[in-house]
Structure formats: structure tokens, C-alpha cells
């Protein structure tokens, strides 16, 4: 099963490569490019794309047999996911449409804590056992869609007190 899933995940990614290939490269095409192409064409727009996580911190994948998941996670207004770390990494990205902003909260070694704003289109990646809490402090429900590298049998979230 694993196999046929990476195999499937290097098609996509070699037919990806060269179709960017194709449309001039890899950099995201302009709105106006998106607006002058032709219909039904194929349209790629890298989103993100990181090595660390928004602490500085290398990626770094745990052991054991790989498994990606995705989740959407809605924050109504005025929630909050409380302090948390992941044991994997994950990417994380802001619904470009029909979303609030997010606010990011990372607690540092010193106990200090530094936040960030996510704006909808927007993409971070979260690192591995980095504690944090995210908010909901708009007038709109916030959505955002969660990219977990993981392995099985690996929680996604491990609960602070």
C-alpha cells in the first residue's frame, strides 16, 4: 500500500515538475497570467514551500512508518486551540477565502512568547515539540487546512498544561 502511495506521490510530483517545466517555471504564476490563460489549461501555484518552522528550527521527521494526513480545522470567532506542541512537523495554511486570520502564539525556551499573524493565503510550518496556542481574535470564523508529516501510531497533538 505504501508503495503504491509514494509511487503515485512521485507521478504527481514528476508531472507537476514538468508542467511548471513547460509554463516557463517554477515561480507562481501572476494573477494576469492566470487571467490571459487558456481555458482548461492546467494551472500550478506553488503556495509555500519551507525547511524550518516559524521558530527557526531545521525540519526534522520522526521514525517509523511515514504517513501524511490533511485536516480542517474551523476556529469560530473568538476560539482558541489551547497550548500544545505536534511531534511531527506540519504545514499549516490559512483558507484564502471565507476566512479570518489567525494568530500564532509560540512559547520560547525562556518562557518569553512571540506571535504571528496569518493572514487567509497565508502558510507557516509548525515544528516538532514546540509549544504553542493558536487564536480566533477576528469577526469571522477562521479555517485553516493542517499538513501533518507523521508516522503511524504517532499522535498529531500532545496537550499542555
Known amino acids: 500500500m505504501l508503495h503504491r502511495v509514494l509511487s503515485s506521490l512521485a507521478v504527481c ?3 507537476a515538475a514538468a508542467v511548471c517545466g513547460c509554463t516557463g517555471g517554477s515561480q507562481p ?3 494576469a497570467q ?3 490563460s487558456a481555458p482548461g ?3 500550478i ?3 509555500f514551500s519551507g525547511s524550518e518552522s516559524l521558530n527557526g528550527t531545521p525540519l526534522q521527521y520522526p521514525a517509523g512508518n511515514p504517513e501524511l494526513r490533511l485536516f480542517r480545522v474551523e476556529i469560530p470567532v473568538g476560539g482558541k486551540i489551547p497550548l500544545h506542541t505536534h511531534p511531527a512537523p506540519m504545514l499549516v495554511y490559512v483558507q484564502g477565502e ?8 509560540r512559547v520560547q525556551p525562556d518562557g518569553s512568547k512571540v506571535s504571528s499573524v496569518f493572514k487567509p493565503g497565508e502558510a507557516f510550518i509548525e515544528g516538532m515539540s514546540e509549544p504553542h496556542y493558536v487564536e480566533n481574535e477576528g469577526n469571522q470564523p477562521t479555517v485553516v487546512w493542517v499538513m ?3 508516522v503511524e ?3 498529531t497533538t500532545e496537550w499542555m498544561q
Open 45 to 47: 501555484e506553488e503556495v
Open 148 to 150: 501533518v508529516a507523521s
Open 41 to 43: 489549461e492546467v494551472q
Open 34 to 36: 492566470k487571467a490571459a
Open 98 to 105: 471565507n476566512s479570518g486570520d489567525l494568530l500564532n502564539t
Open 153 to 155: 501510531g504517532l499522535p
Open 29 to 31: 504564476a501572476s494573477k
Open 13 to 15: 510530483s514528476i508531472t
